[in-house]
């Protein structure tokens, strides 16, 4: 019954491992002067890259509504510290002016190369 009970507790701990492991997170070396250059980009860069790779951001191309309603979500989601009414003004029009939606490519999902 013990080693049962040793082999259960080894296994539960060897399964919980990888998780507990990846809690901590380390940016890439990023920096940013890497990205679109205006108003509030450094402080929209080290605001998010306190949870995230910028990389992540700038791919992302959205409306004001659209990155207002992502800065929402992390704050209920993912406790992002809120952005006080200035702090949050200076990144929203930085993200809506440097990563605005970009237009669709007409393409959608997986393309045969061969079809033409």
């Known amino acids: 019954m013990m080693q049962r009970l040793a082999w259960l507790t080894l296994a539960g701990a060897l399964w919980i491992a990888p998780a507990m492991a990846q809690t901590g997170f380390t940016p890439r070396d990023e920096s940013p002067e890497e990205f679109a250059a205006g108003a509030g980009r450094d402080e929209t860069f ?4 306190a949870c995230h790779g910028f990389r992540l951001v700038a791919q992302q191309g959205m409306t004001r509504a659209r990155w207002e309603d992502s800065l929402n979500l992390m704050v209920r989601s993912h406790n992002m510290p809120p952005l006080d009414g200035k702090d949050r003004e200076t ?5 809506e002016a440097a990563y605005p939606p970009r237009a669709p490519t007409g393409r959608r999902g997986w393309q045969n190369p061969f079809a033409k």
């Open 46 to 49: 080290y605001a998010c890259t």
């Open 91 to 95: 990144v929203l029009n930085y993200l």
